[in-house]
């Protein structure tokens, strides 16, 4: 359970986070370089990436929730003050994302984008509540001492991980298609 918690939280931070900068990075190169690259097929993939996320992070909530039901606060916070906002976060990251399985609306990249951000909404919030608390210190001593540059720093490295993997999975993209355009000539585009 530990082994699979420790996965899930990698692919969270290095990949799950980085989705709604990598998507708006593709949109915005297929805006600019029109039909240039594979944009598609990289949307495409990160279709499937969110739906096979959340089909495994709901098991192991599920499992979890069955197997050590106190590790897992669910009780507490499904029935507490905050109710509403918790049930709507578990909707949001555990049945939203698997809208993208019908056809029509998986082909759509803003749908896709919108579905990122709401599978972490939660998180994105924390985020922003953090940032703004830090921000609005007005009675600390010298609160401006280095917040601004790493909220910065913090905001740059978010979009530029999403354009690192943007242009990754591009390439990869790319370098398949030649791949198989070279042992195929006939099958060229």
């Not at 097929?41 to 499992?63: D, E, H, K």
């Not at 909404?121 to 924390?126: A, T």
């Not at 991980?161 to 990869?172: E, Q, S, Y």
Request: glycine share 4%; hydrophobic share 60%.
């Amino acid at each position: 359970m530990e082994t699979a918690a420790a996965i899930l939280d990698f692919l969270d931070v290095h990949v799950i986070f980085s989705l709604l900068p990598l998507l708006v990075w593709l949109l915005l190169i297929e805006r600019i370089f029109k039909n240039r690259f594979r944009t598609k097929q990289v949307i495409a993939l990160v279709r499937w990436m969110v739906i096979g996320y959340t089909v495994v992070s709901t098991l192991f909530f599920i499992a979890g929730m069955i197997v050590s039901p106190d590790e897992f606060a669910f009780t507490h916070r499904a029935t507490g003050r905050y109710a509403f906002a918790y049930w709507l976060m578990l909707i949001c990251a555990t049945a939203f994302p698997l809208t993208l399985l019908h056809r029509k609306l998986g082909r759509k990249p803003f749908y896709i984008l919108l579905v990122v951000f709401l599978m972490k909404i939660g998180f994105y919030f924390e985020r922003f509540v953090i940032i703004t608390t830090s921000l609005h210190r007005d009675y600390a001593p010298g609160y401006f001492d280095g917040e601004i540059p790493f909220i910065a720093l913090v905001i740059v490295s978010f979009l530029l991980r999403g354009f690192v993997l943007a242009v990754v999975l591009l390439a990869i993209f790319e370098l398949l298609a030649r791949m198989k355009s070279a042992r195929h000539p006939e099958l060229k585009n």
